[in-house]
T-cell receptor, first 109, second 115 residues
Framework: GQNIDQPTEMTATEGAIVQINCTYQ??????LFWYQQHAGEAPTFLSY????GLEEKGRFSSFLSRSKGYSYLLLKELQMKDSASYLC??????????FGPGTRLSVLP | DSGVTQTPKHLITATGQRVTLRCSPR?????VYWYQQSLDQGLQFLIQ???????AKGNILERFSAQQFPDLHSELNLSSLELGDSALYFC??????????????FGEGSRLTVL
């Protein structure tokens, strides 16, 4: 099975950089996703890592290390609208996507 | 707009009742996933269908069942409802080719309140 851990809450200041970590224990997977979810809304796709390394997408970057069972999402130039929950999810070979508990990020002015 | 449609958006019912939630996936997507999200909880995987057949099952209660129809829409049936079943139920779809999975596209969810 899979076990995914994320910090429960984080706080950062507008304009700053924040790194949200995700650690997992799984026997294998296709790739690792990051989703953003505003309260009461649907999760929306942010990034996908298959290979080890950094994937950059505008203000958002995601990193994966399969050997260390570790990923992070990096958010730069934080904006108030970035206040949301951030979910990492493991793609279990298409059988299902196992989501972590999510990290609630609060961006303060 | 993700292209995934869920109905109803809100549903209030009483304990012991039965409800059906409906999902239409994005055009061309063969795979449908159902997730449950209780208040301040993570997304719990319930069940996955691919082209009409059940492909994976999570911690879905026996009181819950689902199916995917030939037109690829899916329904999640919840029966003998309990207070603890109150949650947001999300449907998601993906193209899912056997060897290469794509991202999940989520519907807006159906918020179920059991009184």
């Amino acid at each position: 099975g899979q076990n995914i851990d994320q910090p429960t809450e984080m706080t950062a200041t507008e304009g700053a950089i924040v790194q949200i970590n995700c650690t997992y224990q799984t026997s294998g997977f296709n790739g690792l996703f990051w989703y953003q979810q505003h309260a009461g809304e649907a999760p929306t796709f942010l990034s996908y890592n298959v290979l080890d390394g950094l994937e950059e997408k505008g203000r958002f970057s995601s990193f994966l290390s399969r050997s260390k069972g570790y990923s992070y999402l990096l958010l730069k130039e934080l904006q108030m609208k970035d206040s949301a929950s951030y979910l990492c999810a493991v793609d279990n070979y298409g059988q299902n996507f196992v989501f972590g508990p999510g990290t609630r990020l609060s961006v303060l002015p | 707009d993700s292209g995934v449609t869920q109905t109803p958006k809100h549903l209030i019912t009483a304990t012991g009742q039965r409800v059906t939630l409906r999902c239409s996936p994005r055009s061309g997507d063969l795979s449908v996933y159902w997730y449950q999200q209780s208040l301040d909880q993570g997304l719990q995987f319930l069940i996955q269908y691919y082209n009409g057949e059940e492909r994976a099952k999570g911690n879905i209660l026996e009181r819950f069942s689902a199916q995917q129809f030939p037109d690829l829409h899916s329904e999640l049936n919840l029966s003998s409802l309990e207070l603890g079943d109150s949650a947001l139920y999300f449907c998601a779809s993906s193209k899912k080719v056997q060897e290469n999975t794509g991202e999940l596209f989520f519907g807006e969810g159906s918020r179920l309140t059991v009184l």
